[in-house]
């Protein structure tokens, strides 16, 4: 078994915080176990949380169709979120959640080595650049510490703001150069607000 398969089986029995009680499903995340680019979401939404699986719903099928873009599908990646149980509502994250979880999303990317994690919105941002705004920073590689990170707005923000949509797209059409740049292993010494920006963007 792989450390990441091993990983999302102890990640269905956790209790570290009370979402245990809500949820009908953890949800760990799905995809290829030594992925070059995870993306990381919020939380599991209805659907997710019925299913056990990310990104299910409208937002995953435009996620679906940006992968797609570049020529990629969901077991060429892997996607997972800031934290694995649906907070009752669809809330945002509280802290103390997104807490609880965090052993787990650095475990897995840990597991995973991924070249580049994708941020997908404000609170998948927060977890790597929280003094950041994501109107800032979206589009934009950036190394935090031994991760490179590269937000872009979350893919639900297209379905509620149609012209957000365009935006998401060009970023997306973005990262096989950051990919193609970091293989290159090309980065400048450029400092900016504790992240180290690429050279490209
Ligand atoms: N939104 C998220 O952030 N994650 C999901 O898995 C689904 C919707």
């Known amino acids: ?75 060429d990646v892997y996607i997972t979120n800031v934290i694995k149980c649906r907070p009752p509502g669809n809330r945002d994250p509280l802290p103390g959640e997104i ?16 070249k580049v994690v994708v941020t997908l919105g404000r609170v998948s941002l927060s977890r790597f650049l929280p003094n950041d705004s994501i109107g800032k920073v979206h589009g934009k590689a950036r190394h935090v510490g031994d991760i490179v990170c590269f937000p872009m707005y979350h893919p639900a923000a297209a379905l509620h703001q149609g012209s957000l949509r365009s935006t998401i797209e060009a970023d997306m059409r ?10 290159g292993a090309c980065v400048s010494g450029h400092q900016d607000d504790g992240g180290q920006q690429l050279t490209l963007f």
């Not at 807490?99 to 991924?114: M, T, V």
Request: charged share 25%; hydrophobic share 40%.
């Open 1 to 75: 078994m792989s450390a990441l398969t091993e990983l999302c089986r102890q990640m269905v029995s956790c209790h570290a915080c009370d979402l245990a009680q809500h949820r009908m499903h953890v949800v760990p995340g799905e995809g290829a176990d030594d992925a070059a680019i995870i993306f990381i979401g919020e939380a599991p939404g209805y659907n997710e949380d019925r299913e056990g699986r990310p990104f299910v719903g409208a937002a995953g099928a435009f996620l679906d169709e940006l992968l797609s873009s570049i020529g990629l599908t969901r077991q």
């Open 174 to 183: 973005r990262l096989p150069q950051v990919l193609k740049e970091l293989e």
């Open 99 to 114: 807490g609880a979880c965090k052993p787990w999303l650095d475990r897995q990317i840990e597991a995973i080595h991924p």
